[in-house]
């Protein structure tokens, strides 16, 4: 599950009460024989715990909304996609079930998520040739192991005791950093273009089978790849991958440290009266912050 699915499950909360008239304030939610509980309580409450984080939450699904739009269909594919992730319809209702969501909680979660990307690829551009590259590697899949260990010095010391005739799977069992190692001896499995990190995935690709690849630096640490396998993917025709394809390639590309600068100018943009006092700062992180300073420069005037 990703991180944002807690916050856009209480926006969803706060934003039913937040819409409420008087009448249906006043509307008792719970009774016991102790008194009763109004929704006006319930959102004062809810106010108090999570007010700001949902508020801010609204309010950025609404400023995206306003300027891109996610269609059913983008919403339909990658719950698809996450349900065969996590073994089918039952196994996934499952684990939705755990964190407390529905399928359609879920489902407002997934297009929010869509519009912040859409946001942050906005001004990212792929050639035609890249996404026909990205096409290619996915009708391949490879069968891989890996050795992952903290940094270049350790990959490469790996690396000669391989060259030296060592066992991999045992290597694996004694230096890698990555848990289920102990049990598989770094064995990965069958994989497609799309579902490692970029820079794993990358060398994987191009490695020949039974050749060990030099040291790869990837967002988890330092990698010894082999390839022991490959065979062809059942993959769907071009026409009807390229969008996803384009966008997945954007993403990848997109600056991810400029997020919330992002996020910070469209909150700018909005023009936000906030109407509630007790929300007044809400949004103080966002709208006051200084502008980049151009650094200071340095004196011309040098000792003799």
Not at 88 to 95: C, N, R
Request: charged letters at 35%.
């Amino acid at each position: 599950m990703k991180k944002w699915i807690a916050a856009v499950s209480l926006t969803l909360s706060v934003s039913a009460l937040a819409a409420c008239s008087d009448e249906e304030a006043s509307e008792v939610v719970v009774s016991t024989n102790a008194g009763d509980i109004t929704k006006e309580e319930l959102y004062e409450e809810m106010k108090t715990t999570v007010g700001e984080q949902a508020l801010q939450m609204m309010v950025l699904e609404q400023i995206l909304q306003d300027k891109y739009s996610v269609s059913e269909e983008e919403v339909d594919a990658e719950l698809e996609a996450m349900k065969e992730q996590y073994g089918g319809q039952e196994q996934f209702d499952m684990i939705l079930s755990q964190q407390g969501y529905t399928e359609e909680t879920f489902r407002d979660t997934i297009k929010l998520n869509r519009l912040q990307e859409k946001a942050l690829i906005e001004d990212v551009e792929v050639t035609d040739e890249e996404v026909q590259q990205k096409y290619d590697q996915m009708q391949k899949e490879v069968n891989a192991r890996h050795i992952l260990v903290q940094d270049e010095e350790t990959a490469l010391e790996v690396k000669q005791q391989l060259e030296d005739g060592a066992d991999f799977a045992e290597l694996a069992k004694e230096y890698s950093t990555e848990p289920a190692a102990q049990e598989t001896g770094g064995e990965l499995g069958f994989f497609s273009a799309g579902e490692m990190d970029p820079a794993f995935e990358e060398a994987a690709f191009s490695l020949e089978p039974n050749v060990i690849s030099e040291p790869i630096e990837s967002s988890f640490g330092w990698h010894i790849i082999e390839v022991t396998e490959t065979r062809e993917a059942e993959i769907a025709g071009f026409d009807e991958m390229k969008d996803e394809i384009e966008h997945d390639l954007k993403l990848a590309k997109a600056d991810q440290t400029q997020a919330s600068a992002m996020i910070q100018d469209l909150m700018k943009e909005a023009d936000i009266d906030i109407k509630d006092e007790d929300l007044s700062s809400t949004f103080e992180a966002f709208l006051s912050q200084p502008e980049e300073q151009p650094a200071a420069e340095e004196s011309e005037d040098t000792e003799s």
